[in-house]
């Protein structure tokens, strides 16, 4: 496939993912301030913490290693090899949901049954729907290596959504049910999402499309372990870069989820403080999981096909560099302003959106300075996804090796550094400890790219300069909002609201008239590879 073709289809299956992403965040909020009036919460924070954080682990141990390994390079392979690989995820879920389980239940402290009733059973149902979530990786992986957008949307969509009608139904009828009611919400969702997976396989294989396409699996039982005669049962470059990832993923799941593995392990805040941090935490996650994420994961199957791990920029074919180089640098610009966006507006506006979300048991208390925080946090998560996922889709096994090492040595730090911030002020500690750990990992990542592409033209890095005139309407729109927000937020009544979200727009507008008109290659570049398809449907 030409470099050409894979970043059009990556481009789409990135603005797919972020226009499902709006969708989760939506229902999803939508349904923590409905449940928010119906439950404790103390219930909230061991679901959206404890309980999550077991599925998420389990999850990411036994399967992020996998799909980075199975995802690099060209999607002509030995698939048979492959997939056979994939499927020891299934065996790995299993041990981790048992280890793990065993923690949940007998070394973590058990919530007061008469506050949260049945933690056992939400225990057992969580790892048991990540092993069932296991089940559909190599359809998973399939779909992703041949950018199956529509498949992703659907089958996502489909079960967020049944999960989330059930959860309304028995919150309205069986409140006391306790964490029954998410037991099942989340049995539900994995599976509904496994089953969309598996029917459209059984559709499209051996279909006129799928041999139109040369898809390299014909048969569905293709997709069950198989032994290969006279060869050997996976690819053993596969496993050992699997091996590598897997390292490297235990460190990152600690880093990524390092506040709640302290909350969960050292007890530095209660369940009810765990659930307001929660809350906050996604609400501050919006734009970060919506669009972020799925550019990172798109993005990562681009660099990935077009770039060849392991190769020095000067043994690469040189129109390929050239794409990946332009490609990198605009996917930078791109973040960055969302980035320095939601940093300069979230400040004034942290409070106002708390209070109309959830109320004053969000708005008071440390409920906005989290938000502000958070607000700041997302600029380095936005660098840090696009970095890392150059790099990681880059490195060969012996660079991968020794930033596990990195790694291993960040983890460390940042867990010391989030104990000490969070007895010193409290749960904002925890947000100021993720910045830090963003940060040396950007540092690392740029310095990687920089070192990469030396020795060529390419200098993709400038993509983290936005133009002096877009920095000073930045400045300018931070002092008057937060002018704003002193004389006309939140106390003062709603016609003094609706004062301080028209300054809000007013400069916001500003904002995105001066970055149409100073940052055009990027407007022609989400214009011509994020929007095209959506344009030419209105036309």
């Not at 996502?156 to 037991?183: M, Q, R």
């Not at 909350?263 to 209660?270: A, K």
């Not at 190769?311 to 990198?328: E, G, I, P, S």
Request: net charge positive; proline share 3%.
């Amino acid at each position: 496939m030409a470099a050409q073709d894979v970043l059009g289809q990556t481009a789409r299956l990135a603005s797919s993912s972020a226009l499902l992403q709006v969708l989760f965040r939506v229902v999803t909020f939508g349904l923590n301030a409905f449940t928010l009036r119906y439950l404790s919460r103390e219930l909230l924070g061991v679901v959206n913490v404890r309980l999550t954080l077991l599925y998420s682990t389990v999850g990411f141990l036994a399967r992020e290693a996998f799909r980075r390994a199975c995802l690099s390079g060209s999607a002509k392979r030995n698939w048979t090899k492959t997939i056979n690989l994939l499927w020891l995820t299934v065996p790995l879920g299993v041990f981790w949901s048992l280890i793990l389980g065993l923690v949940w239940l007998y070394l973590l402290e058990v919530p007061d049954p008469s506050v949260v009733p049945h933690y056992q059973a939400g225990v057992v149902a969580f790892g048991l729907s990540a092993i069932i979530e296991l089940l559909g990786e190599p359809f998973w992986v399939l779909a992703q290596a041949h950018l199956f957008v529509r498949l992703k949307v659907i089958a996502e969509s489909l079960s967020v959504v049944s999960k989330c009608i059930l959860t309304v139904t028995l919150v309205i009828l069986y409140p006391h049910w306790g964490l029954y009611i998410f037991a099942l919400a989340q049995l539900l969702y994995v599976s509904v999402l496994v089953a969309c997976y598996v029917i459209y396989f059984v559709m499209f294989l051996g279909s006129p499309e799928a041999t139109k396409k040369s898809f390299p699996v014909a048969r569905m039982k293709a997709l069950l372990p198989s032994f290969i005669e006279d060869d050997t049962f996976v690819n053993w470059k596969e496993a050992r870069l699997t091996w590598s990832f897997f390292k490297q993923s235990f460190l990152k799941q600690i880093l990524t989820e390092g506040e709640r593995y302290m909350m969960t392990f050292l007890n530095v805040l209660n369940f009810g403080d765990q659930g307001v941090y929660d809350i906050v935490n996604n609400l501050g996650s919006l734009v970060a999981r919506f669009i972020f994420l799925p550019i990172e994961e798109s993005f990562y199957v681009f660099f990935a096909k077009v770039l060849e791990r392991g190769k020095t920029v000067k043994d690469q074919k040189q129109d390929d560099v050239a794409m990946a180089a332009n490609v990198l640098e605009l996917l930078l610009k791109f973040v960055l302003l969302i980035g320095l966006t939601i940093t300069v507006f979230g400040y004034a506006y942290s409070q106002l959106a708390l209070d109309i979300y959830g109320g004053s048991m969000l708005s008071s208390g440390t409920g906005p300075d989290l938000l502000r925080c958070y607000s700041l946090y997302v600029l380095f998560l936005a660098v840090n996804g696009v970095t890392e996922c150059f790099t990681f889709a880059l490195m060969c096994k012996e660079e991968v090796d020794r930033y596990n090492f990195v790694m291993l040595a960040l983890s460390f730090i940042f867990l010391c550094i989030s104990y000490f911030l969070t007895h010193w002020y409290g749960s904002v500690g925890f947000i100021l400890a993720n910045c830090f750990n963003m940060g040396i990992r950007i540092a690392h990542s740029t310095h990687y790219i920089y070192h990469y592409f030396r020795e060529s033209s390419h200098r993709p890095l400038t993509g983290l300069l936005p133009s002096p005139a877009l920095l000073l309407v930045y400045f300018i729109s931070a002092v008057v909002t937060a002018f704003s927000e002193v004389l006309f937020c939140c106390d003062k009544g709603w016609m003094a609201r609706l004062i301080h979200i028209s300054m809000g727009a007013l400069c916001l507008a500003a904002t995105l008239v001066t970055m149409f008109c100073t940052e055009t290659k990027l407007i022609h570049f989400v214009r011509s590879q994020f929007l095209s398809r959506y344009l030419k449907k209105g036309t």
